[in-house]
């Protein structure tokens, strides 16, 4: 099955207690994407890759850390979280346009994440 | 900064009628549009893309794209209890090159029977 794939779930953690958001994807897809979505805020992009090695930044980086060392894989770090990152997070994949792809953009099922 | 702007909502129709979602976006160059389906605590669900001029069908939904007036729209016929979801609006960044979405703040709509 076609998947996008997010680890852990749910997460409660402590102010500075650095941790890793894992993401995976099966359709070969060269795009990743991190977004957090907040109540009245909508969707915002944290990062973004277009391929291996690859990355650069959305429109709220800050805080934030990715890397993408293979093509199906494209973890979230969050090195010292702090509340205002108490959030809902989705990682998302797409194949670029012009391979019968138009970038539509298919998201994982969230991270909930408490930073106390 | 680019844009894309929805009718804010809430939306409430009963069961059975047209529902019509609204989305405006600023960069004249977007190329790609979508509307994506979310319903409370889940990820968004793509439902329909449109990249011409025009109306595109499929099923009970059709999106309508105008880029002259830079405007999108959905609707939904014969709408159903289980249509109750918030509805983003997105398009892509120009050239459609550099992987990237920009989402409306979505719409929240509810069917009621």
């Known amino acids: 099955e076609a998947q996008v794939t997010q680890n852990p779930r749910y997460l409660i953690t402590v102010t500075g207690k650095k941790l890793t958001v894992t993401c995976s994807q099966n359709m070969n897809h060269e795009y990743m994407s991190w977004y957090r979505q907040d109540p009245g805020l909508g969707l915002r992009q944290i990062y973004y890759s277009m391929n291996v090695e690859v990355t650069d930044k959305g429109d709220v980086p800050e805080g934030y850390k990715v890397s993408r060392k293979e093509k199906r894989n494209f973890p979230l770090i969050l090195e010292s979280p702090s509340p205002n990152q108490t959030s809902l997070y989705f990682c998302?994949?797409?194949?670029?346009?012009?391979?019968?792809?138009?970038?539509?953009?298919?998201f994982g099922p969230g991270t909930r994440l408490t930073v106390l | 900064q680019k844009e894309v702007e929805q009718n804010s909502g809430p939306l409430s129709v009963p069961e059975g009628a047209i529902a019509s979602l609204n989305c405006t976006y600023s960069d004249r160059g977007s190329q790609s549009f979508f509307w994506y389906r979310q319903y409370s605590g889940k990820s968004p669900e793509l439902i329909m893309s449109i990249y011409s001029n025009g109306d595109k069908e499929d099923g009970r939904f059709t999106a309508q794209l105008n880029k002259a007036s830079q405007y999108v729209s959905l609707l939904i016929r014969d709408s159903q209890p289980s249509d109750s979801a918030t509805y983003l609006c997105a398009a892509t960044d120009r050239g459609s090159t550099l992987g990237r979405l920009y989402f409306g703040r979505g719409t929240q709509l509810t069917v009621w029977p």
């Open positions: 998302a994949s797409s194949s670029p346009p012009g391979q019968g792809s138009y970038n539509e953009q298919f």
